[in-house]
């Protein structure tokens, strides 16, 4: 589906790592090629595991809300960056979104993430990851817009996620850090250069909180290159 994402080039990526906000930017956050790309790969192994071992997909019903009837004709790549491209939210709040996927995997082993479930999927995590990442955030119906939903839909996809989750969407420093490195790890064949700190810079509370601590030391540009929350 589509065609695959442009290499991330150190010299783009090295500009990419001190970018504090993309408002102004046409271009979008590396994390959504990175994101894209994992998932991407994920949805092929699963296509696999459904032709050869169709008992290996049964799901649990509760996670089946995310399934949706006609499957959307939109790359991962391209629906990451309509949302980028309409919200602007910003690198942290993509590693949040993958932060909820992968721990609803985890609370539910048999879900599969599929190309009947993706997009809800992702709109529905952006969503509640730009909660709690960023101060000021867009309504659900604008949400549901971008993603293509009605308002009703989008939330009760959320209300769907949160008791899936157990309400339990707080990413501390050290899961979030664990997550980037592992995105990180995804460009690894391409010279492993690191895109995790532009992420920590702009995550929530806890960084800001720590980058005013360590200004009080006039040490923020130590913090820019090397903290991790």
């Known amino acids: 589906m589509g065609s695959s994402p442009t290499p991330i080039s150190p010299r783009k990526l090295r500009s990419d790592l001190y970018s504090f906000s993309y408002q102004d930017d046409s271009n979008s956050p590396l994390v959504i090629s990175v994101l894209a790309s994992l998932l991407q790969r994920t ?10 071992c169709t008992w290996a997909l049964s799901k649990d019903a509760r996670a089946c809300v995310f399934d949706c009837n006609q499957v959307p004709d939109m790359t991962i790549q391209s629906f ?21 996927i992968d721990r609803l995997c985890q609370i539910f082993p048999e879900f599969r993430i599929t190309y009947s479930n993706v997009h809800r999927l992702l709109i529905t995590t ?38 899936l989750m157990g309400f339990k969407l707080h990413v501390n420093v050290s899961v ?5 490195c592992h995105l990180e790890r995804e460009v ?42």
Do not use: W
């Open 80 to 100: 990451l960056e309509r949302i980028f491209r309409y919200t602007r939210v910003g690198s942290p709040v993509y590693v949040v979104a993958y932060v909820y």
């Open 188 to 229: 690894s064949l391409g010279g492993g250069y690191q895109i995790e700190r532009t992420l920590r810079i702009m995550c929530a509370g806890e960084i800001k909180s720590k980058q005013r601590e360590e200004n009080d030391f006039n040490q923020l540009g130590c913090v820019v290159r090397c903290s991790s929350h």
């Open 43 to 52: 949805l092929k192994r699963n296509e696999r595991i459904a032709r050869n």
């Open 126 to 163: 952006i969503m509640l990851a730009s909660k709690f990442v960023e101060d000021m955030n867009y309504r659900n119906s604008y949400f549901a817009k971008v993603g293509g939903l009605t308002t009703k839909e989008m939330n009760k996809l959320e209300i769907d996620f949160l008791f």
């Open 176 to 180: 979030f850090e664990s997550y980037c």
